[in-house]
């Protein structure tokens, strides 16, 4: 994703990511539905799930972050070098972190972190999750990656598994957003859980002389219009 940044350090203020998906829609509900980010590895897909919480956060819904590829800390890292702090959210238990990392690869817990000992049984997660959504109201959750449970998981009965899931946090007036990574799994696979989610959000990045361009587009959502087009994936400071 292209990043301007006017300053010679840190941003003292919060960065802006563009296009968020009320950019990109015309009307509809945005909240209690289950998005899809699709993507090749590199393409921006965790990044603007960061976003997605970030912006929510500052709009004063509370914030789930389901990490399997790696430790709440470099998510946490990542979301504060854009100036998007958790420490606030996490010491109220506004942000919340469902750590399906760290104890699979024998690291270091990360702090308030909920753990998740296995990625095999969605289950777990769906009993996790369930918990800490309990406390929270109209929260956006991320799961990154769902790659990572669908090649640890079970292939038949992950769709269904995954349905349940999204039925269960829409339902109680919650969001989710899954992060897919495109060039992992068979076109069947990309058809399937796309079919599952209300929005789907296909990201790409174009070779535009030596420095690499990010874009993003909306596939589809339920009960609104999509342009399609892409757009620049932009984070402004």
């Given at each position: 994703m292209?990043?301007?940044?006017?300053?010679?350090?840190?941003?003292?203020?919060?960065?802006?990511?563009?296009?968020?998906?009320?950019?990109?829609v015309k009307f509809g509900q945005l909240t209690q539905v289950s998005y899809m980010l699709v993507g090749p590895l590199g393409s921006g897909k965790t990044t603007y799930a960061e976003?997605?919480?970030?912006?929510?956060?500052?709009?004063?819904?509370?914030?789930?972050?389901?990490?399997?590829?790696?430790?709440?800390?470099?998510?946490?890292?990542?979301?504060?070098?854009?100036?998007?702090?958790?420490?606030?959210?996490?010491?109220?238990?506004?942000?919340?972190?469902?750590?399906?990392?760290?104890?699979?690869?024998g690291a270091p817990k990360s702090g308030s972190a909920r753990s998740l000992?296995?990625?095999?049984?969605?289950?777990?997660?769906?009993i996790v999750l369930s918990e800490v959504l309990e406390n929270l109201v109209v929260a956006r959750v991320v799961i990154d990656s769902l790659s990572?449970?669908?090649?640890?998981?079970?292939?038949?009965?992950?769709?269904?598994?995954?349905?349940?899931?999204?039925?269960r946090v829409t339902q109680s007036s919650h969001s989710i957003m899954y992060v897919l990574e495109d060039g992992v799994h068979d076109e069947k696979t990309y058809a399937t859980f796309s079919y599952l989610a209300d929005a789907v959000l296909r990201f790409r990045i174009s070779d535009t002389g030596n420095v690499p361009k990010h874009e993003v587009r909306m596939e589809r959502m339920r009960g609104t219009e999509t342009s399609r087009e892409w757009h620049d994936f932009i984070i402004e400071r």
């Open positions: 292209k990043i301007t940044d006017s300053s010679d350090g840190a941003a003292p203020n919060p960065a802006r990511a563009r296009p968020m998906i009320s950019d990109l976003a997605f919480l970030a912006e929510g956060i500052a709009q004063g819904f509370p914030a789930v972050f389901v990490t399997t590829d790696v430790s709440p800390r470099v998510i946490r890292n990542d979301m504060s070098r854009h100036g998007w702090s958790t420490e606030i959210q996490e010491a109220s238990s506004q942000f919340v972190f469902i750590d399906g990392y760290s104890e699979r690869m000992a296995k990625v095999d049984d969605i289950s777990e997660l769906g990572t449970l669908i090649l640890h998981g079970n292939e038949v009965t992950m769709p269904r598994a995954v349905q349940r899931l999204s039925g």
